[in-house]
């Protein structure tokens, strides 16, 4: 599942960000072969704690992939990966994520911060094939601006088809209204004043901070743009998702105790959860079965699997659909058994 790359080089993007570049061995290039706007999940032992984040692909060839970290106060893993440097070894799984542009058309791009890293990758796909890119993107202030040379280049690159939009919230700008937070309210500004064709676009894809992506995603409501056009990958820092309380069943369950079985690429194997345990994924772990996880966070889909038996609720959903929810889809990372016995099919597509 995780293979150990090596980093090819790492540049400094702004002052609290770097962009890593791995060297993607020959004999796992299709393993790696990626879809623009999908992550990797980079795997390191941080003072005994085995961590794991995912981090958007900015760019990738069959033998190189950049992915784009940001330091979060306090971030255990984006504080250890601003030393890293060249010729070091980093655990990364595959690339996986479903923040990928399917649309044939113009698309709309609205980012703020980190959440720029898988628009690069999608702006340079869309704009390869011949369709047009609108990119709006939020920073305080130009220095904090990540990818400004990829923007640069995709810019000269494509003059007629790419519009790029900065807005700046504490550094002032001449025209009024790109100064600012990227919210709701400011990008149907910029529509109404012509600067971005919502209603054109194929598909709008929306990446950053939680708050941003739902302000946003009212106005388009609001505006009668289909949702199934609108995409977006929301992410948080370090202890800020907001999970829902537990049920009485859930509690009487991990009170009374509960045996689950996973089915993990083709085995199956038991262990049991109790009121002790603070997620299925931490209690597999300390009785020696490793699943799949990443944000544990319920944003990226890492851990999904389908409930096949039994019954749970989950803490938090960022990512399934609602067919997937039908479906009996659930994310291991949230999931809180509601029945003495509960079964969770890892392989089920
Ligand atoms: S580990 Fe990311 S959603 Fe569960």
């Known amino acids: 599942m995780f293979h150990s790359l090596t980093i090819h080089s790492v540049t400094r993007e702004t002052a609290d960000s770097v962009a890593i570049t791995f060297d993607i061995p020959q004999d796992h290039t299709g393993e790696f072969a990626f879809l623009p706007g999908q992550y990797l999940t980079l795997r390191a032992d941080v003072k005994g704690d085995d961590i794991r984040r995912s981090y958007s692909i900015a760019e990738g060839t069959d033998a190189t992939m950049t992915v784009g970290v940001k330091h979060v106060e306090d971030g255990a893993f984006s504080t250890f990966a601003q030393d890293l440097a060249a010729g070091d070894t ?5 690339p996986e994520g479903r923040f990928t542009c399917d649309e044939i058309g113009p698309v709309v791009l609205i980012a703020a911060g980190s959440g720029i890293t898988p628009m690069v990758a999608i702006a340079a796909d869309v704009l390869a094939r ?13 220095e904090n601006i990540m990818f400004r040379a990829a923007l640069g280049n995709l810019k000269d690159k494509y003059l007629d088809k790419f519009t790029l939009i900065h807005i700046l919230s504490r550094e002032e700008q001449d025209v009024d209204l790109l100064n600012g937070r990227v919210t709701g309210a400011k990008i149907a500004t910029l529509a109404d004043a012509d600067a971005v064709d919502l209603a054109g676009a194929k598909g709008i894809y929306i990446c950053g901070p939680g ?11 609001t ?25 009485e069943q859930a509690t009487a369950a991990a009170q009374a105790g509960v045996a689950v079985e996973v089915i993990l690429d083709g085995t199956r194997r038991d262990f049991s959860f109790s009121n002790d345990d603070s997620s299925l994924i931490d209690a597999a ?9 990443s944000c544990k966070g319920g944003m990226c889909c890492t851990c999904r699997c389908k409930v096949s038996e039994g019954s749970a609720e989950m ?4 990512s399934l659909e609602q067919w997937e929810l039908d479906a009996g889809f659930t994310l291991a990372c949230q ?7 509960l079964v969770l099919d890892f392989d089920a597509v």
Request: a negative charge.
């Open 285 to 293: 772990a300390r009785q020696g079965i490793e699943l799949p996880f």
């Open 315 to 318: 803490a938090v959903n960022y």
């Open 223 to 247: 505006r009668g743009i289909d949702k199934s056009a609108v995409h977006f990958e929301r992410f948080f820092q370090d202890g800020e998702v907001q999970r829902a309380p537990r049920s």
């Open 211 to 221: 708050d941003m992506i739902d302000d946003v995603a009212q106005m388009l409501d």
């Open 130 to 142: 011949g369709d047009e890119v609108t990119l709006i993107y939020g920073n305080r202030r130009t």
């Open 90 to 94: 980093v655990q990364v799984m595959p």
């Open 335 to 341: 999931t809180r058994p509601t029945s003495s016995k």
